[in-house]
């Protein structure tokens, strides 16, 4: 199995000393309403190696840097450098892949970001737009229809 770039919070495995940890507070709450959607808030995927209790080297996965609002897994690719940072949030048939970054904004209605491209502010991207190559939209850009930024 290829190794895991981020999951949902809530798909971490539990440990008992995770019952020592403050899980319900607001800072790490894993699931929230948009509307008639429900969000999974992600986290990056650390890999430690570890000596089981049989002297075996194991891989073990812990909760790395927490990022922002996903709907479904489709929505953020496992594959590049793609990341939905605290800010953002991907929902409804929205992709985010190769080293695209959401930084802050709401991206929905089919809309595609891949390559180096950046969002960030509160953009209205929506209706099958596609952000690709180095674009970078910041504010409140207004992008619709199947307009392709590049």
């Given amino acids: 199995m290829a190794e895991l770039k981020y999951r949902f919070i809530e798909d971490f495995p539990r440990d008992k000393g995770d019952l020592d940890k403050d899980i319900g507070s607001p800072k790490l709450m894993s699931t929230r309403r948009f509307g008639q959607r429900m ?15 049989n002297g075996n080297k194991v891989k073990v996965e812990s909760m ?18 793609c990341w939905v940072h605290a800010g953002g949030v991907v929902c409804m048939s ?13 991206i929905g209605d089919w809309v595609g970001i891949s390559d180096r491209a950046v969002v960030k502010g509160s953009p209205a991207i929506k209706e099958g737009a596609m952000l690709i190559g180095d674009a970078y939209i910041d504010g409140n850009d207004q992008i619709e229809g199947n307009a392709i930024v590049g």
Avoid: F, M, P
Avoid at 39 to 53: G, N, P, Q, S, W
Avoid at 65 to 72: A, L, T
């Fill in 39 to 53: 969000l999974h808030r992600i986290a990056r995927v650390e890999y430690k190696e570890r000596t089981d209790e």
């Fill in 64 to 81: 790395g840097e927490r990022g922002g609002w996903i709907e479904s897994y489709s929505n953020l690719s496992q594959e590049g450098n």
């Fill in 94 to 106: 929205a992709s985010v892949a190769g080293d695209a970054q959401i930084k802050s904004g709401e």
